[in-house]
């Protein structure tokens, strides 16, 4: 049990377009999500924590319009790289609080971002 | 507001020998704390968790880390290296809430050599 899936694993796309990122909590009701960054050979930055029915909270530093996060139910969130750069490349990682299991994450399989 | 240091950036065992990888946390709160390992171009598999229960944690593939909180470590051993360990290992900490965020180390890389 506590699966969490990511769709796509791997996208590529130019410059400027727009990736949408899924998260889901297969087998389990997630009351928080958490979505994560990590570049090449660097740890797990946090970018945003994710609470059904609410907006997320941002990180210091990680821009609000650029990376559009919905959590419409209890398994599935959401990330939207918007008018994406080159820079935006990254692994990004997703992780859901199981509710019946209040002091674990569970990690998604990471989604490997490149942009042209 | 907590934080994690991993002392070494990468180390090398040779195969059959011992493990350790090292972790200090610093948090104002009771500390939640996790090893986890990550395979290239994967995501994070859990190896073991401390939660304030017993200070002697074993985990997955014969993985195990003692809490010890006067030295605020949390030490990752193994008592023999197997090839397939070869991978990057990152301990967390975060408060009690399962609603708060892991704080990440900045991992460590192990090689294991034949």
Known sequence: ?116 | AQSVTQLGSHVSVSEGALVLLRCNYSSSVPPYLFWYVQYPNQGLQLLLKYTSAATLVKGINGFEAEFKKSETSFHLTKPSAHMSDAAEYFCAVSGASGNTPLVFGKGTRLSVIA
């Open chain 1, 1 to 116: 049990g506590a699966v969490v899936s990511q769709h796509p694993s791997w996208v590529i796309c130019k410059s400027g377009t727009s990736v949408k990122i899924e998260c889901r909590s297969l087998d389990f009701q997630a009351t928080t999500m958490f979505w994560y960054r990590q570049f090449p050979k660097q740890s797990l930055m946090l970018m945003a924590t994710s609470n059904e029915g609410s907006k997320a909270t941002y990180e210091q530093g990680v821009e609000k319009d650029k990376f559009l996060i919905n959590h419409a139910s209890l398994t599935l969130s959401t990330l939207t790289v918007t008018s994406a750069h080159p820079e935006d490349s990254s692994f990004y990682i997703c992780s859901a609080t199981d509710r019946g299991r209040y002091n674990e994450q569970f990690f998604g399989p990471g989604t490997r971002l490149t942009v042209l």
